[in-house]
């Protein structure tokens, strides 16, 4: 079945512990992206790859670092984790690229800082 | 910067059509695209229009894209309990770096 895959889906840690959110996609897609969502706010780009070893920063990546190793996986770490951070966050992937292609979310990570 | 806005709730009776319009700024979106969100779930793509294309059908869907007026908006003929979810306005803008999305718009179904 075609999927993207998050881990972990509920996480709680606090201030400063680093963690990294895995993100794995088994439909040899080129882009991926991560977003968080947030009420009132919507979803927002962290970071997003167009390709292995390629990735550029979206609109709200600071805080945040992505690596893009093999092509099926792009996960997203944060080094020193805040509060503000605390966001539900989603993987998306899509085989070319986001302008014109269908774009395949996860289910998402809720992550609490506290 | 590019911006999409949408409204945060409507309200509707089961049964009746469902109106959500959207309107965005970036006039060299090549692709326009309806997202719904179900609880607990991630983003599932429910349509999308050309830019050069004014109006989509897809069974209960209806897109309508006003260009000039860059606004967008998608119908829901017959409004169902399952129809309860969150809908995403995006714009494709015209590079590679993504799409632009509203805040969603949260659609209620009354009995």
């Known amino acids: 079945e075609a999927q993207v895959t998050q881990n972990p889906r509920y996480l709680i840690t606090v201030t400063g512990k680093k963690l990294t959110v895995t993100c794995s996609q088994n439909?040899?897609?080129?882009?991926m992206s991560w977003y968080r969502q947030d009420p009132g706010l919507g979803l927002r780009q962290i970071y997003y790859s167009m390709n292995v070893e390629v990735t550029d920063k979206g609109d709200v990546p600071e805080g945040y670092k992505v690596s893009r190793k093999e092509k099926r996986n792009f996960p997203l770490i944060l080094e020193s984790p805040s509060p503000n951070q605390t966001s539900l966050y989603f993987c998306?992937?899509?085989?070319?690229?986001?302008?014109?292609?269908?774009?395949?979310f996860g289910s998402g990570t809720q992550l609490s800082v506290l | 910067g590019e911006d999409v806005e949408q409204s945060l709730f409507l309200s509707v009776r089961e049964g009746d059509s469902s109106v959500i319009n959207c309107t965005y700024t970036?006039?060299?979106?090549?692709?326009l695209y309806w997202y719904k969100q179900e609880p607990g779930a991630g983003l599932q793509l429910l349509t999308y229009i050309f830019s050069n294309m004014d109006m989509k059908q897809d069974q209960r869907l209806t897109v309508l894209l006003n260009k000039k007026d860059k606004h967008l908006s998608l119908r829901i003929a017959d409004t169902q309990t399952g129809d309860s979810a969150i809908y995403f306005c995006?714009?494709?803008?015209?590079?590679?770096?993504?799409?632009?999305f509203g805040k969603g718009t949260h659609l209620i179904i009354q009995p």
């Open positions: 439909m040899n897609h080129e882009y």
């Open positions: 970036d006039s060299s979106s090549t692709y």
């Open positions: 995006a714009d494709s803008g015209g590079g590679a770096d993504g799409l632009t």
């Open positions: 998306a992937s899509s085989l070319l690229g986001s302008t014109n292609e269908k774009l395949f």
